[in-house]
């Protein structure tokens, strides 16, 4: 396998903000790294998390975020492998998340897209999620359509009809 990136750079009026299309056969830590350097180089900083972990309070970058859920009253953040408590409500954590990688998919989740394994949508009317760590969760069913929409809004953007 190559370690060299093959970059090419399209100018076209019609593009008024840059547009990345990063195209690979797997999600790599390559790729993982290449969004992150992405995401640092542009101009939209969305600011880290600060959640309560073990070691005291911590401040969470949003690409290393799962989700986002409350639970027994409290919201709690979900990284690879840790769990934090969080101050603040659902709603305030969506004002402030990256809207190109967060979506909300019930009254109580809001889970990072990116971290997505895979979308189950064999059962008639609901939609599993798996996360590249293997926690699972569900979408809402008030929620199916706008992640159906977003689906299919992603694949439009990458060229796939599904």
């Known amino acids: 396998m190559n370690s060299m990136v093959d970059i090419e750079i399209v100018l076209d009026e019609k593009y008024v903000d840059p547009k990345v299309t990063i195209q690979t056969a797997y999600k790599t830590k390559q790729v993982e790294n290449i969004v992150y350097a992405i995401e640092n180089a542009s101009e939209n900083d969305f600011p880290m998390i600060t959640a309560r972990g073990d070691e005291g309070l911590e401040f969470i970058s949003q690409r290393d975020i799962f989700r986002i859920y409350t639970e027994d009253r409290k919201i709690k953040v979900c990284t690879e492998n840790r769990g934090y408590i969080a101050r603040g409500t659902l709603y305030s954590f969506e004002e402030i998340l990256n809207p190109t ?54 694949n439009k953007e990458r060229g796939k009809v599904v």
Request: hydrophobic letters at 40%; glycine letters at 6%.
């Open 101 to 154: 990688r967060f979506v909300k998919i019930s009254q109580s989740e809001i889970i990072n897209i990116y971290k997505v394994k895979r979308f189950d949508i064999s059962r008639a009317g609901t939609i599993g999620v798996e996360f590249d760590n293997g926690e699972k969760t569900w979408v809402s069913r008030s929620c199916v359509r706008t992640i159906r929409e977003f689906l299919d809004m992603m």
